[in-house]
């Protein structure tokens, strides 16, 4: 192992050069192909993937005539694909999504249909929507908002008591908390789920009869704050 010499270029001694980048479209390694191509013995050992319109995915392709630099270099040096890159394959890329369990994913490097046929394998095999968009393509992702809700000491104090009776029995084995006569008060930009007998009407709010629902525990100090029910 030696250090690079520019010299050795055009050295008649056998070597093997390492240089990047590997998909052949630029660099010392493209140098290096325009001074070897033209011979028969020498060969070349493309390391995995190349993009459509390099020089190493033109090669691979079998072209014998390539035009670099307004002049054209005839290949008649050896070509092999070794399957060697630093990016995940498709199985690996699986098996990081498989543990990273993400809401969406966003393919956005590879060869279009290889993306596309990865997309469906996410889809069916993990149920998570996946996307391949083109270049310079705006994609819309649809995603479920994070909704805090604050529960009343008075509500959780209440539900406890129920679970402790074997009230709620049938409700343990299930994903869905099922929280019986409660009330949902939105109120200014903050969700609360209260007990439904801490709120009452008020005789001085009271319009046409109908009461209007209060808390009558709250601490607000803005009595004028709009207050919205949702009842369960």
């Known amino acids: 192992m030696r250090q690079f010499d520019q ?11 390492f240089a990047t980048p590997g998909m052949l479209h630029g660099g010392l390694s493209l140098q290096t192909f325009k001074e070897w191509a033209p011979v028969e013995r020498n060969a070349v050992i493309i390391p995995g993937y190349c993009m459509p319109g390099t020089v190493g995915n033109k090669i691979l392709s079998g072209e014998k005539k390539i035009t670099i630099d307004d002049k054209v ?3 008649k040096m050896q070509v092999y694909n070794m399957s060697f890159s630093a990016h995940a394959d498709s199985k690996g890329i699986m098996e990081l999504l498989s543990h990273l369990e993400p809401k969406n994913v966003i393919l956005v490097h590879g060869e279009k249909e290889k993306m596309r046929q990865l997309s ?3 889809k069916d095999q993990l149920k998570v929507p996946c996307f391949y968009p083109p270049n310079y393509s705006v994609t819309k992702i649809v ?3 994070k909704i805090d809700v604050s529960i009343s000491s008075r509500l959780i104090n ?3 008591l129920l679970y402790q009776q074997s009230a709620l029995l049938y409700y343990r084995s299930s994903a869905n908390i099922f929280i019986p006569h409660c009330l ?4 200014g930009d903050n969700l609360e789920l209260i007990d439904s007998d801490q709120l009452c009407p008020r005789p001085e709010d009271l319009e046409e009869g109908v009461p209007q629902l209060f808390p009558t525990d709250t601490d607000d100090k803005d009595p004028e704050a709009p207050v919205t029910l949702y009842q369960n």
């Open 120 to 122: 469906h394998k996410i």
């Open 73 to 75: 270099v005839h290949v």
């Open 184 to 187: 949902l008060v939105a109120k």
């Open 143 to 145: 995603t479920e908002p």
């Open 158 to 160: 209440r539900i406890n």
């Open 7 to 17: 010299t050795s270029l055009k050295s008649e001694q056998p070597m093997v050069f």
